[in-house]
């Protein structure tokens, strides 16, 4: 199973970017997907998750970001509105998945990473 993540780059503060995250592969069924994201010199954070169609945002992001699934296309979208200098980060997705491996079995994956720069 891999996962391609895409859709960062350079955006104003207050501009909008989305990010696009899609899983292939050996997939059975997707139980969650979300992102994640690192700030230079910081540690890895969540920034948000859906898990059979429940969506969790972390506090700095509710009211800015939306997270959304297209469960049939095994894609997670991030969409990022009034973006901040400090959400300046690699985001990563993360994806667990039952996948077929001489059966069913349970993982977790993660993506590559892409970057998104707030600045003026």
């Known amino acids: 199973v891999q996962l391609q993540a895409y859709g960062g780059g350079l955006v104003q503060p207050g501009g909008s970017l989305r990010l696009s995250c899609a899983a292939s592969?050996?997939?059975?069924?997707?139980?969650?997907m979300g992102w994640y994201r690192q700030a230079s010199g910081k540690q890895r954070e969540l920034v948000a998750t859906?898990?059979?169609?429940?969506?969790q945002l972390t506090d700095s992001v509710k009211g800015r970001f939306t997270i959304s699934r297209d469960s049939a296309k095994n894609t997670v979208y991030l969409q990022m509105n009034s973006l901040k200098p400090e959400d300046t980060a690699v985001y990563y997705c993360?994806?667990?998945?039952?996948?077929?491996?001489?059966?069913?079995?349970?993982?977790?994956?993660w993506g590559q990473g892409t970057l998104v720069t707030v600045s003026s």
């Open positions: 993360n994806a667990d998945v039952i996948e077929r491996s001489g059966g069913l079995r349970a993982r977790n994956y």
């Open positions: 592969g050996s997939i059975f069924v997707i139980s969650a």
């Open positions: 859906d898990s059979r169609g429940v969506a």
